[in-house]
């Protein structure tokens, strides 16, 4: 099973199911959009408001929260919904990777998109994979984030590259499909 159909399963499908708003972005979007791209992880923008539900329905089926903890020099793996929320509540993030060990399956979970989410999921590609519709970051605003991410880290070639094929692409539009 590839990236794709285990987020399908594993996030994308419960996700829907639990009635979470959440707009894909990241790589996997950019593949969406039709340009070649390899990833290892899968990046969600959520609400808010909508953490609570996602981090549940992720930790139900085996995900947990890779935080910085104090006394470690490598980020440990948080299963426990209380120290969830203390790492949130004391680090105040604007996302959280959460990770499952047994399908070594990672992902980013933006809560605080460079693109305000009431934007991301106005002008999001909707796509239709397996019976479930799925919100696509219009390029645009991949775009937009990828560069907001370059002038935080500069050091971030992928996202140079992403940028330029989304331009290439000319799939700077919000094209909406069902």
């Known amino acids: 099973m590839n990236l794709f159909e285990l987020a399908m399963k594993e996030v994308f499908i419960p996700l829907t199911a639990a009635k979470t708003r959440f707009c894909l972005i990241g790589g996997l979007a950019v593949a969406l959009h039709r340009i070649p791209r390899a990833t290892l992880d899968f990046d969600l923008a959520i609400f808010t408001s909508d953490l609570d539900t996602t981090l549940s329905v992720l930790f139900k089926r085996g995900f947990g929260v890779m935080a910085m ?14 120290a969830i929320q203390t790492f949130l509540n004391t680090a105040k ?10 399908l070594d399956l990672a992902g980013d979970i933006w809560f605080e998109p460079t693109v305000p989410m009431g934007k991301l999921l106005k002008s999001a590609r909707r796509i239709s994979v397996q019976g479930v ?9 991949l775009i ?9 880290d500069p050091s971030r070639p992928q996202d140079r590259a992403d940028i330029a094929a989304l331009k290439q692409s000319g799939r700077k539009g919000s094209r909406k499909r069902t």
């Open 69 to 82: 903890v104090a006394g470690k020099s490598e980020p440990v793996l948080l299963t426990n919904p209380k």
């Open 133 to 141: 519709a799925l919100r696509v970051a219009a390029a645009d605003d």
């Open 144 to 152: 937009r984030m990828k560069e907001a991410a370059l002038a935080d």
């Open 93 to 102: 993030p604007r996302a959280v990777k959460v990770y499952h060990p047994k």
